[in-house]
């Protein structure tokens, strides 16, 4: 599954609804998404609340939810949020003006409980040994540890941390006590003992299974020792404990889940096999540019042999209009042919187009960049070259789209290079329309929606017959909050485009977003019926699955909406929206473990890095909450009670 990567510039005409149009991905967008939407609702998504997701036809999803306006609900919801967020405000003011029992996470503490044993660390100090503690009273004990106790925080206050250790060590033969283990660690934090900070913060949790300062303790000493997965646990588990109260806690689970999937993610991509993505991603990404014949002398009637160069660049035209996984794999394996054989003459720098073109969707970014800029040396008039060209640039300058910590734009330099490769495909041709439909996918992620939606005009001003202009235009208008603008491009699109089943896809996302589901489903079983007449074998499933999502959000069907995404990943077995739709609809009903074997999926089905690390990301989130749950029962019905993790909230 595509985790976070950019959507590529060549983003497919399916692709219109696309987030982050920069990739036809058919997961960028929903990890986008989830990113967006995890950002607000940490305490659900870390406990493994359902998360929300919304499937565009292009095998992406987009977020409509999060358009500057509300399209349902208007002022009084926004009043609402508002008023929310300000009681969070409020209550989190109130919080951080409590007293505290210490200054800092890392300075001993003492229990409020001996807060009135008036003690003097000046005065003699007991002498301790095991056969002295044994002959002492219960209270005489007590009293020893107190004293051992305070003056072990007086030489931590000194920075004498060897001289605390010893006095923390001696109160604990008089009693052992989680705060006194703990305060030790603190010493050992301070000397980077990271052991012994594990070993005595593991017999303070051990005494105290909810100790939230000896957990925190024990997190960071594992972070340093570079057990990721054991920091995570801790920290998740302090977070469940503190009701998500503690915002440093909530960002070190953001932390250690990147962490954690980054090294997994790492280890995966070293023996991963570079391979094309799914049908569907494929075929949207190709879509994306408008359809034009082949080039002279590649004709399907043309007289060529087989095993020449021509004959094997055509052979991969004809395999990609087949739109099947193996002709699409045929066909990158002909480009790739066409270019060893040579003798391509004027059609070399198409054939490095198109090799280019599928080398980028098996993931292989810097030699689609070699092959791209090839192309433009060869024959600068081919502006597709340039259009795709943007899109690598892109990608390789991205960060990563780490799904917790939301959506990182690429740097400038790289997004510099994009627009210089826009500039240069229009000093070619200024009035080719794909020009200014890729250049607005480019300002569409950018959040630049007023630019984006003249270059969609631009486009269809210049060619009015590319359907995927006028649905990315009804999509921009509803993202900038003009809903009736965007209602009434649609309601255009449906009469001027009636056999197109793309058009009722979209429309029909737009319509669930506004809960309007009859009038949904009723779309979305329009674009499925076309989807079978026209595509029998290898049909977009994108409107099954979207209809899945109605089904549950307008009635709670599990059991229908499960069986359309078992259909569609029947028809598309690599499809990562379905994947993905069927994670969360799994974890809704508190599946956990099956839940996590489909963000496992996810992650094989990742192209780059930065997808995988995406993917990742959840299923370790979904990996914890099942390991927070085997070793510390008792916070399972906290979970509940946070409406998180088994039952969290509906997606919508």
């Not at 087989?306 to 004809?318: D, I, P, V, W």
């Not at 809960?515 to 489903?521: D, P, S």
């Amino acid at each position: 599954m595509s985790t976070g990567k950019p959507i590529p510039i060549g983003s497919t005409g399916t692709t219109a609804l696309d987030t982050g149009s920069l990739a036809g991905s058919s997961s960028s967008s929903v990890w986008d998404r989830l990113s967006t939407w995890v950002s607000e609702n940490k305490a659900l998504v870390y406990t493994i609340a359902s998360v929300a997701v919304v499937v565009t036809g292009a095998g992406v999803v987009y977020y409509v939810s999060d358009s500057r306006k509300n399209p349902q609900g208007g002022a009084e919801a926004e009043e609402k949020k508002r008023a929310s967020k300000k009681e969070r405000r409020k209550a989190k003011k109130a919080e951080t003006e409590k007293p505290t029992v210490s200054k800092s996470s890392e300075e001993p503490e003492s229990k409020k409980n001996t807060a009135t044993v008036q003690s003097d660390p000046s005065d003699d100090l007991p002498q301790v040994d095991e056969a002295i503690v044994e002959a002492l009273s219960e209270q005489e004990r007590k009293e020893y540890a107190t004293k051992l106790k305070v003056a072990g925080n007086k030489a931590y206050g000194d920075k004498s941390y060897n001289e605390a250790i010893e006095l923390y060590g001696k109160a604990i033969l008089c009693k052992p006590d989680p705060i006194f283990y703990s305060n030790r660690a603190a010493c050992y934090n301070a000397l980077g003992d990271w052991d012994k900070v594990v070993e005595d913060t593991t017999a303070a949790i051990a005494l105290d299974s909810e100790y939230v300062k000896a957990l925190n303790r024990r997190a960071n000493a594992y972070e340093h020792l570079e057990k990721y997965s054991e920091a995570l646990l801790d920290y998740t588990a302090s977070c469940i404990i503190d009701g998500f109260r503690n915002e440093q806690s909530a960002q070190s689970v953001e932390r250690l889940l990147k962490k954690v999937a980054e090294a997994k993610g790492k280890v995966i991509l070293a023996g991963k096999e570079k391979r094309l993505p799914s049908p569907t991603f494929v075929t949207n990404y190709l879509q994306s540019f408008r359809p034009k014949p082949a080039p002279e002398g590649l004709e399907e009637t043309a007289e060529l042999d087989e095993n020449s160069g021509f004959g094997y660049l055509r052979a991969g035209l004809t395999a990609i209009n087949k739109r099947t996984a193996e002709e699409f794999d045929s066909a990158a394996r002909a480009f790739d042919k066409a270019l060893e054989m040579g003798g391509l003459g004027d059609h070399e720098a198409f054939a490095y187009n198109m090799r280019g073109t599928f080398r980028y969707l098996r993931g292989e970014n810097n030699d689609a960049l070699e092959d791209l800029t090839k192309s433009v040396e060869l024959n600068p008039a081919l502006t597709q070259s340039f259009i795709k060209r943007a899109s690598m640039h892109l990608e390789l300058g991205k960060y990563f789209r780490n799904a917790i910590n939301g959506p990182t734009l690429m740097n400038t330099g790289n997004r510099e290079a994009a627009a210089n490769d826009f500039e240069q495909a229009m000093e070619q041709n200024k009035e080719d329309p794909d020009i200014y439909y890729h250049r607005a996918q480019l300002h569409f992620i950018l959040g630049e929606f007023g630019e984006a939606a003249k270059d969609y005009q631009k486009s269809i001003d210049l060619d009015r017959d590319f359907i995927f202009s006028h649905i990315q235009l009804g999509v921009t208008q509803y993202k900038m909050g003009s809903i009736a603008s965007s209602m009434a491009t649609f309601r255009r699109c449906v009469k001027n485009f009636d056999k197109v089943p793309d058009v009722y896809n979209y429309y029909g996302e737009l319509l669930l977003d506004q809960q309007k589901y009859q009038e949904a489903i009723e779309k979305f079983d329009t674009a499925i019926e076309m989807e079978k007449q026209t595509k029998p074998v290898g049909m977009n499933v994108l409107p099954l699955i979207n209809k899945a999502l109605a089904l549950f959000q307008w009635k709670q069907d599990f059991q229908e909406a499960e069986k359309l995404c078992q259909k569609a990943l029947i028809i598309d077995p690599e499809c990562d929206i379905a994947v993905a739709t069927m994670a969360q609809l799994l974890l809704q009903q508190g599946k956990v473990t099956q839940a996590l074997k489909y963000f496992e999926r996810a992650a094989e089905l990742s192209r780059t890095e930065g997808e995988i690390v995406n993917a990742l990301s959840y299923a370790e989130a979904t990996r914890t909450q099942l390991e927070v749950q085997e070793k510390y029962p008792q916070l399972a019905s906290r979970l509940q009670g946070m409406g998180g993790g088994l039952g969290g909230p509906a997606m919508r």
